[in-house]
């Protein structure tokens, strides 16, 4: 399967990014859920969307695929306007989306053809067969949809939206509350798709996930984007590694005890720039007489960046508030 | 087109996979009208001259049972979905708003016809009816089905969970049918409550289709299919136009 077939005709649109967001805001009664957005995501990316609940992604997810009105601004799907141009741009776009909805009424495969028809996918037999082979529901394709776990119903909502064949994919928190198995399978489905092509954006709260999968990261909070880079650049952004130490002796001098970024007991975490500043970091705990226990440089993961924007921005937000 | 197919399809197995409680429960419930009302005012009562009561409730009935029905088909569809949340999947596609209103109009008038035949094959063997014009009486069951799976996709719009669709149902819909002459003849009340029956478009869609049947009608059935197609009109424009804004279906 193909990410690259053209959706319309268009020449000119075959330049345009996957998505294209531009000054999108909305709101709902006081709350502002998105904050004049921009934002491009290009072609055959693995993007990711990060943020605390309540941070806008669905909101901007539901825009995009069109299930939302923005009270401003533009989004397009490769090239397609979500609202003038509707029908190209949905048909571009394939969304899981984050509850875990089903109609009771059918069964896996009547759910995936009629999903299928609504798009006018033609001759899609052989790819429904595929997909429900890919995401290990063979067993289970002629069960009513009622009688299956949440894991499987969350094998067929991805199904669902990959059954016209969409260069866009967009998984909002595609493994919230799935097991191990699924997620590895779902997974290893996801990164075939996308190397063949399609653009995959996920959302998702298991940072891990999103370190090992995405090539590009946006982190959201209050309706905006704060950070937004490639995934190693976002991590390295703010230091390179970590200093862990645990001491005996004489307490934490002065100088050291600012630069600490987290303290349990006897052991101290320090923020470090270079590899260089860990003899400088040893020498000063030395001349204060602390004895090293134990040691350990860690290498600074996508959640503790996570965690250090979010408390950044929130500090931002309050100054702006007082 | 393909996509209008596909939604139509969903939508008339949605309703037959429980044809028990879609199709064969409100033939039951018509038969009931029929026999108790007929018993109870058979002797009592002659609406048309010729004509005895208990034939002339069948074709009101049986129109009664298809409005219902094509109301209760679009409206209950769409009203599930959204508080089941699986209206996502209908909403997701490249559908135009003609394709999403018109497949779910279509199939509350197959569910709503479904039920009339069966109205009428259940009451055969209790009432010999003949059809006087059949053309008139097939464009009454279509436009009438069609009016009521318009206003049933309203319906659907506009409430947010079952509570208010019952509302819907119970203060507007139900009334609207009970007080359109499906029991009486507008030329037995008087002559305010006659000209307050002009007024609902639900007694032109009974009283046409009676005239297909006895060719005795209180108003010319041309004067009828106008009424029912202006209504269809209203409604389906309507429709079409909040679909086009997304209220309350793309907040």
Redesign the interface.
């Known amino acids: 399967m193909s990410a690259n077939s053209p959706v319309g005709p268009q020449s000119a649109l075959n330049a345009s990014p996957a998505i294209e967001v531009r000054g999108l805001a909305k709101r709902f009664g006081k709350l502002q859920a998105l904050d004049h957005i921009d934002l491009t995501i290009e072609r055959g990316e693995f993007f990711g969307l990060l943020g605390p609940n309540g941070a806008g992604k669905t909101t901007l997810i539901s825009i995009i695929?069109?299930?939302?009105?923005a009270d401003a601004g533009v989004a397009k799907v490769m090239g397609h306007d979500v609202i003038a141009d509707?029908?190209?741009?949905?048909?571009a776009?394939g969304?899981v989306?984050q509850?875990l909805?089903?109609?009771?009424?059918?069964t896996v495969r009547?759910t995936l053809e009629?999903?299928?028809?609504?798009?006018?996918a033609?001759n899609s037999r052989a790819w429904i067969d595929e997909v429900i082979e890919s995401l290990d529901l063979g067993d289970k394709a002629n069960t009513n949809m009622r009688a299956l776990s949440g894991g499987m119903k969350r094998r067929v909502l991805v199904g669902?939206a990959l059954v016209h064949k969409p260069p866009v994919i967009v998984l909002d928190e595609p493994t919230a509350g799935v097991d191990v198995g699924l997620r590895m399978t779902l997974w290893k489905f996801i990164r075939r798709l996308n190397d063949d092509g399609h653009t995959i954006v996920l959302t998702t709260h298991y940072l891990e996930e999103a370190e090992s999968l995405c090539g590009r990261i946006a982190m959201m909070n209050r309706g905006r984007i704060v950070a937004l880079d490639r995934t190693d650049a976002l991590i390295k952004r703010h230091h390179s590694l970590n200093l862990r130490v645990r001491l005996i002796g004489a307490s934490l001098p002065a100088a050291l005890r600012s630069r600490c970024v987290a303290s349990v007991d006897d052991t101290h975490t320090f923020p470090l720039d270079r590899f260089e500043e860990v003899e400088s970091t040893l020498a000063s705990l030395r001349a204060a007489n602390c004895r090293l226990l134990e040691m350990e440089l860690l290498q600074p993961d996508l959640e503790e960046i996570f965690v250090e924007i979010m408390r950044t921005d929130a500090m931002q937000h309050a100054k702006g508030a007082q | 087109m393909s996509g209008f197919r596909a939604l139509a399809r969903k939508e008339l197995l949605r309703f037959s996979r429980v044809s028990m409680q879609t199709v064969f429960a409100p033939v039951v419930t018509t038969l009931l009208y029929l026999v108790v009302f007929a018993h109870v005012l058979e002797s009592r009562v002659q609406m048309y001259p010729g004509v005895s009561y208990r034939v002339f409730l069948v074709p009101g009935l049986v129109m009664m049972a298809i409005l219902q029905n094509a109301f209760a088909n679009s409206s209950s569809s769409l009203v599930q979905s959204k508080m089941t949340g699986n209206i996502v999947f209908v909403l997701l596609p490249p559908f135009s708003h003609v394709e999403f209103f018109c497949a779910y109009v279509f199939a509350s008038m197959v569910r709503g016809l479904t039920v009339g035949v069966g109205v009428l094959i259940a009451t055969s063997p209790l009432v010999e009816l003949n059809v006087a014009h059949p053309l008139w009486a097939l464009a009454f069951a279509i436009c009438g089905s069609a009016v009521l799976g318009s206003l049933g996709v309203l319906a659907g719009i506009w409430a947010e969970k079952i509570d208010q669709l019952s509302a819907f149902q119970n203060f507007v819909v139900v009334p609207a049918t009970f007080l359109s002459g499906v029991f009486y003849s507008i030329n037995s009340l008087s002559p305010v409550w006659r000209d307050v029956s002009l007024a609902n478009p639900f007694f032109f869609m009974i009283d046409g289709f009676r005239y297909s049947f006895f060719g005795q009608s209180d108003v010319a059935p041309t004067t009828s299919i106008v009424a029912v197609l202006a209504a269809l009109f209203t409604l389906s424009a309507i429709a079409l136009m909040l679909l086009h804004k997304g209220y309350r279906m793309r907040p």
């Open positions: 695929a069109g299930l939302t009105r509707y029908r190209a741009a949905r048909r776009l969304v989306p509850e909805v089903f109609d009771p009424f059918f009547e009629f999903q299928a028809g609504y798009f006018g033609k669902q």
